[in-house]
């Protein structure tokens, strides 16, 4: 990634989006997920766009810190216990779609109430479809990857087929490491 666009990235949008790029584990498979060291301000080799990689909302320590410094790029680095984030660095490490743009799909924290806040609120949604729209024009064409179905439900029905949109498992779905892996890999290849 070139160093302005990550720049213009980390101006606008590093409080709330990131990078799938991960300290490796040192005790654990879940340690780590939260060193947000990794991100020092000359690091853009394996940083790209190629695949933007869209959550439906803000992972718990985005929430958690929200009264505290939000630091760049600590959206889906959460260093609570019960992330599942350790998942998507297991299954995206040494594949194309790690070092991809992250971002939420709506920029709340992901609970009950923003469930039914989507369900109730057009304007949020809208708001929040366009700013994704907005983030997507700094990248040429990159595929979306959803976590999910409910975010690719979004997704098709706001973009079509403006973008190639690949769905996965979001890493909250119970499965072991290897076969999340291979699922991914399996659906990249399709």
Known sequence: MEKELYKTLKNKYG??????IWA??????????GNLEIFPEDLYEPLHARFVI???????????RRDHQQKDWMNF????????????????????LWGSFMIPLFNEYNTLSLQRKVKEDTDFVESNLQRVKEQLTYFEQPVLIAL??????????Y???QYKIVVIKH???QIKLEEYKAEILKKLAD
């Open 77 to 96: 680095h959460s260093d609570l216990p019960r992330q599942n984030e350790y998942k998507l660095r297991y299954a995206f490490k040494d594949t194309p």
């Open 171 to 173: 890493p909250s779905f």
């Open 24 to 33: 490796e584990p040192s005790h654990g498979e879940k340690s780590n997920i």
């Open 54 to 64: 869209v959550d439906f909302g803000n992972s718990p320590s985005f929430d958690r």
């Open 15 to 20: 409080k709330f989006s990131s990078f799938a």
């Open 159 to 161: 973009f079509g087929n």
């Open 148 to 157: 999910g179905g409910n975010v690719y439900k979004y997704l098709r029905s």
